[in-house]
């Protein structure tokens, strides 16, 4: 019974005896044909007998195994690793199949490799996902043939291995701040010029070359007779949250992920360059209710609670109640902090429905309104226009870009900042957002 399991019959017996069909048939016209054409049914038959038996005679003809990560990261290529080994003592010809998670909908998914004798055999693919949660693999199923290639023996392995997806922790390494030096400007990385001295005084010492000639001590270079420098230290452990809108707005496609998945890789990686810099980092997430809150805090487990929070958000379909939010942060959240506020608006009236809400915020806080350009209008625009309608869908499209820049303008107005950005840049435009606000001594 196993053996009927595992025994498939290659496309090139079917074809052979097709022909062999063929030739009965005209064996009828041609006598002479058919006892040729019983030969070759006979040579057939022997031929297979002996493919199944030196495919079948061995009881461990072959042992695989596939290996994964820890955990997949959303939205970035993913490595699966096979390890084969071919115990066989002629060489075989593989087919693997390996059923992947249906969250990716890879329904043609094969691997075809020649196997040495006796050895072993390494191997990886790529998998990409594009949402948060836990991924199930089937069978690791691999089909053997011979150099006559008329019967095929299959081997399964790694039955019902799950794996977790969490937000992009793979641009915790792109973009981590102990790398921030000369080479982070290859990535989009500004380097911003510090703005007066917003920071306390901590020491005088040795002036070394490329310090701030304005950070000279003149009094303390007369005595010394050497030139000294007031050491200045960076303002610490200021609270920062990364404040993310759930709603349906955010459930926009982009590249495969949702806006909402972009703000939770965002949110991820500028929480790690917040701690980096020695400051609190915070998260909680609204639409019709604030909750996954993390307090601002500089622990040595925030990023990891940071990173079990955001895995846990998904979108609600409920408009996002942003009266709500207020009330919320003016209870909970007592000093000065800089929110990032991860959302879209799509229009000045959507905007101007919550501006209330958002000067109420901004009078105790630091805001920071991060919203998105539409991708699609952009690339309509550019386009040439041919037709009358597409004129038209032109001219819309416009329209609606040029109130996004109006949204910019009007939060300016108001004395509140804002990110409007591709999805693409997200990250990087965040984080020279926060350097810029530390360099400036904003908060």
């Not at 102990?178 to 010029?193: F, P, V």
């Not at 303390?220 to 200045?232: D, G, I, P, W, Y």
């Amino acid at each position: 019974m196993k053996l009927l399991k595992a025994l498939y019959i290659q496309n090139r017996f079917f074809y052979l005896a097709m022909a062999l069909m063929g030739l009965f048939a005209l064996g009828f016209v041609f006598p002479s044909w058919f006892n040729i054409t019983k030969l070759i049914l006979l040579v057939l038959a022997t031929v297979t007998v002996l493919d199944m038996l030196i495919l079948f005679r061995t009881k461990k003809g072959l042992t695989a195994e596939r290996h994964l990560p820890e955990k997949f990261s959303n939205g970035d290529p993913n490595h699966v690793s096979l390890t084969i080994e071919n115990f066989y003592t002629f060489p075989i010809y593989t087919r693997i199949i390996d059923e992947i998670p249906e969250q990716f909908q890879i329904r043609h998914f094969k691997i075809d490799r020649k196997i040495a004798p006796t050895s072993l055999l390494e191997l990886q693919y790529e998998l990409r996902p594009t949402a948060r949660g836990e991924y199930h693999f089937g069978k690791l199923n691999i089909y053997v043939s011979s150099i006559f290639g008329l019967i095929t023996r299959r081997f399964s392995f790694n039955d019902h291995m799950t794996i977790p997806t969490y937000p992009s922790f793979m641009q915790l390494h792109k973009f981590d701040l102990l790398a921030i030096n000369n080479h982070l400007h290859q990535y989009g990385i500004k380097k911003i010029r510090k703005i007066g001295h917003t920071m306390e005084f901590e020491q005088i010492r040795e002036y070394v070359l490329g310090d701030d000639l304005r950070t000279i001590n003149w009094k303390s270079t007369a005595k010394k007779n050497e030139l000294m420098v007031n050491q200045f230290q960076d303002e610490k452990s200021q609270p920062v949250y990364s404040v993310i809108d759930k709603g349906r707005v955010m459930k926009m496609p982009f590249n495969g992920l949702t806006l909402l998945d972009h703000a939770i890789n965002s949110a991820l990686v500028i929480s790690n360059v917040v701690l980096k810099k020695h400051d609190k980092a915070g998260l909680f997430a609204f639409s019709k209710k604030v909750e996954n809150r993390i307090v601002a805090e500089r622990r040595l487990s925030q990023m990891h609670l940071i990173l079990e929070c955001l895995y846990n958000i998904k979108t609600d379909f409920f408009e996002s109640d942003f009266g709500r939010l207020y009330a919320d942060i003016k209870r909970n959240i007592t000093h000065r902090s800089l929110i990032l506020l991860y959302t879209n608006f799509e229009t000045l009236d959507g905007l101007h429905r919550q501006m209330a809400y958002l000067k109420g915020i901004a009078k105790s806080h630091l805001l920071v309104v991060i919203f998105f350009k539409n991708t699609e209008l952009s690339a309509l625009i550019s386009k040439k226009a041919e037709t009358v309608q597409q004129v038209y869908d032109k001219v819309i499209a416009e329209k609606f870009s040029f109130e996004k820049r109006l949204i910019v303008n009007e939060l300016k107005k108001y004395g509140i900042q804002s990110i409007l950005t591709t999805p693409q840049d997200l990250t990087i435009d965040t984080i020279n957002k926060y350097l810029e606000i530390k360099a400036r001594g904003l908060l």
